[in-house]
């Protein structure tokens, strides 16, 4: 029962990623270290396929953190803006192609999306 809960949870969060307008680029410096939320909605930014406003780009997190891909960064002062990978994370991303995501199919985004739209109601 587990292994097929950790299956569900790895599959759902690897959708969530692939869904997300984060690059291969921002997944492979997920691993390397934390992100800030700065970083992602920066005019220019390298980790995006779109310019992201603050409002999306925290959405944006606040979704991977509750699928799992993601956690929040600590410091000496508490919570931060900054995120990194989790072990799930890491484990989805592995799987992938070495340069790129893979691609997401219609259905997957209409189910990632409807995921999305209903944990805001939870």
């Not at 970083?39 to 959405?59: I, K, M, V």
């Amino acid at each position: 029962m587990d292994l097929a809960i950790e299956r569900q949870a790895a599959r759902r969060a690897d959708r969530a990623a692939r869904c997300s307008p984060l690059r291969r680029r921002c997944f492979a410096a997920l691993q390397e270290g934390a992100v800030g939320l700065a970083e992602l909605c920066a005019s220019d930014s390298p980790f995006t396929t779109r310019p992201l406003s603050e409002a999306q780009a925290d959405q944006l997190v606040r979704w991977l953190l509750r699928v799992g891909l993601l956690r929040r960064e600590v410091d000496g002062q508490g919570l931060t803006d900054r995120v990194r990978l989790t072990p799930l994370g890491r484990r989805v991303v592995a799987a992938w192609p070495e340069q790129s995501r893979p691609p997401v199919s219609l259905q997957e985004r209409w189910l990632n999306g409807l995921r999305r739209w209903l944990s805001i109601w939870s």
